[in-house]
């Protein structure tokens, strides 16, 4: 199982969206959140960071990203755990420093999300639906308090003790 996390950065009633190159092996040609492979040793919230950082140029403040929700997608050998977060402050002009893996970046208004071809079709609901996630965050960030950022892996009974070492997303 690959474990892969992406980042939902919303501004003025718009998200931060990155177009997979057509050539790309997995879901080439279609919208999708920035982010990628979670690495052997990282929680999904260092991961996020490094990505962001990586494919943006942004840095996120950590204490402002909560969990939307995990999207599983695959079977087998490539089967996938997507650990979706919303971003709500981060330094920074997010910019495309990943040219080899995103042709382009974009700000959508979300209400336009469902005319476009998404990696996940479910992200769009998912991000239309942020503020019912409101409540489980504050206790998420109770829990990640005393448990760490151990990220949805821990919490999933599909995902719990799957290594995360594995590539995915090149």
């Known amino acids: ?86 971003i709500g402050e981060w330094v920074g002009s997010p910019t495309n420093r990943a040219p080899d893996e995103h042709d382009d970046i974009a700000w959508v208004k979300i209400s336009e999300l469902g005319g476009l071809p998404l990696v996940h079709g479910v992200l769009a609901a998912m991000v239309h639906s942020r503020p019912q996630f409101e409540c489980a965050r504050r206790h998420s960030e109770l829990t990640d308090r005393n448990q760490g950022d151990r990220g949805t892996k821990a919490d999933c009974r599909t995902c719990a003790g799957t290594d995360s070492s594995s590539s995915w997303r090149n």
Do not use: F, N
Request: glycine share 12%; charged share 25%.
């Open 1 to 86: 199982m690959h474990v892969v996390v992406t980042g939902a950065l919303v501004e003025d009633g718009a998200i931060l969206l990155v177009h997979r190159r057509p050539t790309k092996r997995a879901y080439p040609d279609v919208w999708d959140l920035p982010g990628g492979q979670v690495e052997a040793g990282e929680s999904e919230l260092q991961a996020l960071a490094r990505e962001m950082h990586e494919e943006l140029g942004v840095h996120i403040v950590a204490e402002s990203a909560s969990r939307l929700g995990v999207v599983h997608d695959g079977s087998g050998d490539d089967a996938v755990h997507v650990g979706v977060w919303q």
